[in-house]
């Protein structure tokens, strides 16, 4: 919401996109950090092959696993420069979600 706000105040030039800063951390990390502060232990995880998504019939699914094969960064330098933000920890998004949604 803070992205947004400065957003709209921001005089500069137009046309421009800003992408809200964020923590970079993988699904698993976001796992443990998460069961971490609910004090839950977790099982192991593992991910499917792709010959184990086609016999479960997640084709869909297939399509997108670009998308967890290598990290997905996303340059927030102009919102931090520009607009004066910055992301909040990870420990602090994960304990806000939790409030918002236990």
């Known amino acids: 919401a803070r992205t947004l706000v400065a957003a709209s105040r ?5 046309g421009r ?3 809200v ?10 796992i443990r950090k998460t069961a971490a502060m609910l004090g839950r232990d ?6 499917y092959s792709i010959p184990e998504m086609e016999a479960l019939g997640m084709h869909e699914l297939i399509e997108m696993t670009y998308l967890f ?5 996303v340059d ?3 919102a931090e ?22």
Not at 10 to 14: A, D, I, N, P, S
């Open 21 to 30: 800063p964020s923590q970079h951390a993988s699904p698993n990390e976001l």
């Open 42 to 47: 977790i099982a192991e995880t593992h991910s």
């Open 69 to 73: 094969e290598s990290p997905l960064l």
């Open 10 to 14: 921001y005089t500069g030039e137009w």
């Open 76 to 78: 927030s330098s102009d």
């Open 81 to 102: 420069t520009l607009l004066g933000v910055k992301a909040s920890s990870l420990e602090e998004m994960i304990a806000d979600t939790l409030r918002d949604h236990l």
């Open 17 to 19: 996109a800003f992408h």
